[in-house]
């Protein structure tokens, strides 16, 4: 299974949880807001990416299955 | 093993919330029980009323529900951060101590922050890694030979006061006399208002006359360099302004960073098999950090409504003010699975230690930074340590909660 990965900018304050857990799959932009390395991860790495996602404070992380015909988001 | 602190008597607000008598819930947030066990009381008013009102102390709402904090947090337009502390009479708007951005509201708060956000990112702090360490090391060194020490005030206090002083770029002989003052602005402040206030106004008349030395230029290497090359750019900077961001850079780190020190240790003295884990895999530590932040989260900010509103199904009228207990928050069942244990791995662990929304803090990751290197020096040094028994342990409170005293016994040196 693979899923795509993406950050609500207007949600994102910095908080850094997605980076800190998965670095790989997350990093900083210059002042500090949270942005996606990689949007699809697969197989190990979507557990790490629904990880940063309910670790976020903010709730600004979405993980959805990329097969369109199963919608159902992981968060 | 239960914690030491949930053996104590818990605090009972006298009347809380009783039925149809809002003006009486009554809970004191700075009695001495309450301040060392909050959690019972939070408990209760999360089950019976969950904003709950007090006259005390010039009166408050105090929301202790998770999701409830976090939407006030949200609501900068309705929650205005003009008067953050939690006692005392709200000043007029645009009376108030102003430090920006923490007290900025929109349409000015997002200016005001970006100034800032650049010296706090994670790499920016990183650099200090190495000299936090130093200051960690140092400190311990200082404590050499001594079989009972008190980490908060010997340890937990000395490493961000250190760490504060050297990135603003004041000098370490201001250490005490500025010590004095963020202990009776935040510690003896808010149920002394007139000692508050003389802190205050003794914080910033320091800064006023730092910033007016002659050698005091834009190309010094620390914060309050920069801060004047901010200035240089923006002549809209004034002098209030500059004043507030170099008092809110001063206090804010330190107390707060101080007690989520001290409570980790206290936490790890009285927890053998949680100490033990730490000291048998140090790379345990960040998770941990994170745990004792939610379950020992220190600070709990004011807001003032700036309409009537309602929140978490009550009623508040304008200019009212309202605490965000970040802790009680954290230690929402509903939002977190038996939140009075301490589980070093929790996951998720999505606390609210620094807040959230535009005003979540600014120093976080100096704030994990600081806590990770000082428990790694620690427990490095320090492998077995308890509580002692024939100390009672205090705690001081208002806008940040921690305790005052972590009477400890050395069990082990390594060297």
Sequence with gaps: MSVNVTIDDLLCQGHGRCEALAPHLFEFDDLGYARVIRSTPAGHDVEFAASAAANCPEQAIRVTRKDPSDSESLR | MADVLDEAEPYRAPGVCPAGDRSSDDFDILDPDYLRNPYPTWDELRGTCPVAHSDRWGGSWLPTGFETVKEIARRPEDFSSRALEVTGPIPPVGKGLRVPPLSSDPPYHAAHRKLLMPLFTKSAVSSWETRIREIAVESLDRLDGRQE?????????????????????????????????????????????????????????????????????????????????????????????????????????????????????????????????????????????????????????????????????????????????????????EAFDDPDQIKLDREPNNHIAFGLGIHRCLGSHLARLELRVALEEWLRRYPVFSLRADVTIEYWGGQVRGPANVPIAIGEVRR
């Design chain 2, 149 to 333: 020490i008190d980490a908060a005030t010997e340890y937990a206090g000395h490493v961000p006061m250190q760490v504060t002083l050297e990135m603003l770029g004041v000098r370490a002989d201001d250490a005490s006399a500025l010590e004095t003052m963020v202990d009776q602005l935040l510690r003896s402040g808010p149920r002394d208002l007139e000692q508050r206030e003389r802190a205050a106004r003794g914080l910033l008349d320091y800064f006023r006359e730092v910033l007016s030395e002659p050698g005091c230029v834009e190309d010094r290497p620390d914060l309050l360099g920069h801060l004047l090359r901010l200035q240089a750019e923006d002549p809209s900077i004034d002098e209030e302004r500059m004043l507030g961001m170099c008092f809110l850079l001063l206090v804010a780190g330190i107390d707060t960073t101080w007690a989520a020190l001290s409570s980790s240790l206290l936490h790890l003295a009285s927890h053998p098999a949680d100490r033990e884990q730490l000291v048998d895999d140090p790379r345990l530590i960040p998770a941990a950090v994170e745990e004792f932040l939610r379950a020992f989260a220190p600070v709990s900010n004011a807001r003032v409504t700036t309409r009537e509103v309602n929140i978490g199904g009550q009623d508040l009228p304008a200019n009212e003010r309202v605490i965000l207990p970040l802790a009680a928050a954290n230690r929402d069942p």
